[in-house]
Structures are given as C-alpha cells and as structure tokens.
C-alpha cells in the first residue's frame, strides 16, 4: 500500500474547541457532538491511533488495525480539558492534542479580545498521565508586529513565568 493510499485508508479527524450547550461559536463543536462522533466510531469498530503511532506502523512497515483513525485537538484550548478529555475517558479513545505552547494556562490575550481560554501545564499532565492522549508542542504567533529582539524577551519572560 502506498503512502497516499495509507493516508485515505486512515482517517485524521480533526477538532479544535468544545462547547457545552448552544450554538457554536466559529472552530467549536457542541459536545454532544463530539460524543457522537466517538460513539459512531467506538459501535463500529475503530482503534484510535496516536500520530506517533501512526508513523511507527509506516515506517517499520507493520499491519495497521482493521479500523483505525487518528483523532487531533489543535489549540490547546480549556474545553479539550474540560469537555473533552471526560468523553475520550468515556469510550476509552486516544487523541493528540496539538497546543499553542505561548498560550498554555491563558483566560485572556490583550491581541486577541475574543480569546479562548486554554488548559494549564497541570491539566496537561494529567492527560497524559491518563495514557489517552499525547500532548505535542505548537508555535502561535502572537507577537502582534513585536521586534525579533522584543519577541525573545517575551519569550524568555514567559519560560520564566512557567518555570522553564
């Protein structure tokens, strides 16, 4: 099997921020939403892999499960704590989570005023202590036209403010 035909036969399905109730804003799925889509997937036999996975059974040329997909949460955000992360628990899915690492513990940005809350280092922890999910570093550019030198400042303020 080629690589292309690998990549059709394996589905990446791809979520960013959730919601309990109401309409969704733009980027965010109703939760009730996303437990039907795990739902349909768990009734109908699929194994969800990690990325890394994924890449392994490629690489080393191994048999992938019969049904498999590749489930990944971009962002970071609250909510793939909060709302999420208890329906992966519930059917007992693996999914990536690809977070904005400059965002990491936020409730407000003053670049963005329609800014996401996004999960801290803590709850980060705990879902990959969990075994469920893999947490995978992302860059945001969010330095609102700051000089390269202002940009490491800020950067290095931020490393220190997280402990790093």
Same mark, same amino acid.
């Given at each position: +099997?080629?690589?292309?035909?690998?990549?059709?036969?394996?589905?990446?399905?791809?979520?960013?921020?959730?919601?309990?109730?109401?309409?969704?804003?733009?980027?965010?799925?109703?939760?009730?939403?996303?437990?039907?889509?795990?739902?349909?997937?768990?009734?109908?036999?699929?194994?969800? $892999?990690?990325?890394?996975?994924?890449?392994?059974?490629? =690489?080393?040329?191994?048999?992938?499960?019969? =049904?498999?997909?590749?489930?990944?949460?971009?962002?970071?955000? $609250?909510?793939?704590?909060?709302?999420?992360?208890?329906?992966?628990?519930?059917? &007992? %899915?693996?999914?990536?989570?690809?977070?904005?690492?400059?965002?990491?513990?936020?409730?407000?940005?003053?670049?963005?005023?329609?800014?996401?809350?996004?999960?801290? /280092?803590? *709850?980060? *922890?705990? +879902?990959?202590?969990?075994? $469920?999910?893999?947490?995978?570093?992302? /860059?945001?550019?969010?330095?609102?036209? +700051?000089?390269?030198?202002?940009? %490491?400042?800020?950067?290095?303020?931020?490393?220190?403010?997280? &402990? &790093?």
């Amino acid at each position: +099997m080629t690589f292309s035909e690998l990549i059709l036969s394996v589905p990446f399905i791809d979520y960013c921020n959730f919601v309990n109730t109401g309409t969704a804003p733009e980027n965010s799925l109703p939760a009730e939403k996303f437990e039907d889509d795990l739902r349909l997937l768990s009734e109908n036999g699929y194994t969800g $892999l990690s990325v890394e996975q994924f890449l392994d059974l490629r =690489k080393n040329k191994k048999d992938f499960p019969q =049904k498999c997909c590749v489930i990944i949460l971009e962002g970071g955000f $609250l909510s793939n704590f909060t709302i999420a992360f208890p329906i992966l628990q519930k059917f &007992g %899915v693996h999914a990536d989570i690809f977070l904005s690492t400059d965002f990491v513990g936020l409730t407000q940005h003053e670049l963005y005023p329609n800014f996401i809350p996004h999960f801290d /280092w803590n *709850q980060a *922890q705990e +879902m990959i202590d969990s075994g $469920l999910v893999t947490i995978y570093g992302r /860059w945001h550019e969010s330095n609102g036209g +700051m000089s390269g030198d202002d940009t %490491v400042a800020r950067i290095e303020a931020d490393m220190r403010r997280i &402990g &790093g």
